[in-house]
């Protein structure tokens, strides 16, 4: 590794805030560990500095110290998360911290770097994963659409810096032609965690593919999570248009929309939607059942193949 920013020495005097960067110059290292303590070693403050990979060699660590005190910050890494061995330590700086925020901003605990793996092509995508690993939505929802290079199997998991709750369903990744697409809603304000998992052909446990970090500035209007998508969803690249929220009232009309090129005919409450066979897209307004009804829609991919599910919402 070599310095990008302060290269005179190792000793950094902050004031509020400090960016540090470092390049590979040599082998391209896959996993970094990010330590920061005081200098006497009390107390750990992983929730006071971001750490990520901005492209395939510069590392950027952002820190911002809650007291005016010296602090040790270590940079570690090993060449492969396969590899066996001990994670060896790159560079020690001593920051000498003599002004602070007046109300520091914690960032979500993480504890590998944010950012793509460096094997990122295993798991099927392409270059564009590692555009960005830090993002800022001022609307409450966002849109992030990733490349790949062949269907891929994917998890995820979004998590905010201070609320607890389970936020499985404010996010949903549909396939698409040559990539996916993943809608996120931000039902609160501040930072959140975004960790994508994929799967390396022929491998069958998840792995972290790429984690980034969303600074949400308003929270969403709409108080509830996308619908639940099926797998099936995923494998015949559905995208869902209306309606958007998993929770919907009971006994309303609802109009439904969604697009694929693989199916043959969509269905609700026994009800099939128009198909605009020149766009693919699949139109209707059904009524909904009573609370606590199920309420899927379905796709059949032939006109001989059987009824799958979809996409699922709850009725209240």
Request: hydrophobic share 35%; charged share 25%; glycine share 4%.
């Amino acid at each position: 590794m070599k310095p990008v920013t302060h290269t005179q020495h190792h000793i950094i005097t902050v004031r509020q805030e400090v960016e540090i960067r470092l390049q590979e110059v040599g082998d391209v290292l896959e996993d970094y560990t990010v330590q920061l303590y005081r200098k006497d070693g009390s107390r750990n403050l992983e929730s006071f500095f971001f750490a990520c990979k901005l492209n395939n060699r510069t590392v950027k660590i952002v820190i911002r110290p809650p007291e005016e005190v010296d602090y040790l910050l270590n940079i570690l890494s090993q060449k492969s998360l396969d590899a066996d061995g001990k994670i060896d330590v790159l560079v020690t700086y001593i920051l000498k911290c003599t002004e602070t925020i007046k109300e520091v901003r914690m960032f979500p605990q993480n504890f590998r770097i944010y950012g793509a793996v460096s094997n990122y092509v295993k798991f099927g995508y392409c270059s564009d994963i590692t555009r960005c690993c830090e993002y800022v939505c001022n609307s409450g929802e966002m849109t992030l659409p990733l490349k790949t290079k062949r269907n891929v199997k994917c998890m995820a998991k979004l998590e905010h810096v201070e609320e607890t709750i389970d936020l499985t369903h404010y996010c949903l990744i549909t396939a698409r032609e040559n990539g996916i697409l993943i809608k996120f809603r931000f039902p609160f304000f501040g930072y959140y965690k975004f960790t994508l998992f994929g799967k390396e052909i022929d491998v069958d446990s998840f792995r972290p593919v790429a984690t980034y970090l969303i600074d949400c500035t308003q929270a969403s209007f709409i108080h509830s999570g996308f619908p639940v998508a099926f797998d099936a969803a995923d494998e015949l690249k559905c995208t869902l248009y209306k309606p958007l929220w998993k929770d919907l009232p009971a006994n309303s009309q609802i109009t439904i929309v969604l697009r694929s090129a693989n199916i043959s005919k969509t269905s609700v409450m026994y009800e099939d939607l128009q198909h605009n066979k020149e766009n693919h897209v699949f139109e209707g307004t059904v009524t909904t059942p009573s609370a606590g009804q199920p309420f899927v829609i379905y796709g059949q991919k032939t006109d001989t193949s059987e009824l799958v599910g979809l996409f699922y919402f709850s009725i209240f």
